[in-house]
Antibody
Framework: VQLVESGGALVQPGGSLRLSCVAS????????MTWVRQAPGKGLEWVAN????????DHVDSVKGRFTISRDNARNSVFLQMNSLRVEDTAVYYC?????????????WGRGTLVLVSS | EIVMTQSPVTLAVTPGEPASISCRSS???????????LDWFRQKPGQSPQLLIY???NRASGVPDRFSGSGSGTDFSLKISRVEAEDVGVYYC?????????FGQGTKVEIK
């Protein structure tokens, strides 16, 4: 069971970035997926999640209207489209699987990808 | 949103000794289904977080039985019965009762 994130980069304020997370070792389409971020030296903040069929999504208020989570079950992938990036969006972004037991049961995590927003 | 508060911020423990971390929520995490929607994670230095305890007291797969979770409502604790060197890291509690799921600020466990 593995999650591998990619797409992190240095981007200017106001710019855009698309993060990807590829899953392996389990039936991806059976699981909801989540993004969690961690600013440098700080704690964890949930960002967004998406249900198994992609029809139901949720985002934390601080990113609503700027970030969009999506998934492609044929490619075992979940994405985070980030627009209008701000300095405060600088963080390591983790992809996590939501287990069956209940919503937000983060039972598997990727290694993360770093997004640096700076001029 | 539900605010999670952990204490202490830092905990220095002698190997072989017990350790305890407290977590308090701004509202009850007890659901009508009888579960307390409180999870614990550990983040070892340079690594991603790892699920330790889910629904207050259930150990995740592969977690040693020296880790235990307890509490109910708004007050919870994570106990390590005998700390080992590999237990260093930052421990986070998280509420999974309502959106958005929110984390405590973390407790850093160090070895004396």
């Amino acid at each position: 069971v593995q999650l591998v994130e990619s797409g992190g980069a240095l981007v200017q304020p106001g710019g855009s970035l698309r993060l990807s997370c590829v899953a392996s070792g389990f039936t991806f389409s059976n699981y909801a997926m989540t993004w969690v971020r961690q600013a440098p030296g700080k704690g964890l903040e949930w960002v967004a999640n998406i249900k198994q069929d992609g029809g139901d999504k949720d985002h934390v208020d601080s990113v609503k209207g700027r970030f969009t989570i999506s998934r492609d079950n044929a490619r075992n992938s979940v994405f985070l489209q980030m627009n209008s990036l701000r300095v405060e969006d600088t963080a390591v972004y983790y992809c996590a699987r939501e287990g069956f037991s209940y919503d937000w049961n983060f039972d598997v995590w990727g290694r993360g990808t770093l997004v640096l927003v700076s001029s | 949103e539900i605010v999670m508060t952990q204490s202490p911020v830092t905990l220095a423990v002698t190997p072989g000794e017990p350790a305890s971390i407290s977590c308090r929520s701004s509202q009850s995490l007890l659901h009508s289904d009888g579960n307390n929607y409180l999870d614990w994670f550990r983040q070892k230095p340079g690594q991603s977080p790892q699920l330790l305890i889910y629904l207050r007291s259930n150990r995740a797969s592969g977690v040693p039985d020296r880790f235990s979770g307890s509490g109910s409502g708004t007050d919870f604790s994570l106990k390590i019965s005998r700390v080992e060197a590999e237990d260093v890291g930052v421990y986070y509690c998280m509420q999974a009762l309502q959106s958005p799921p929110t984390f405590g600020q973390g407790t850093k466990v160090e070895i004396k």
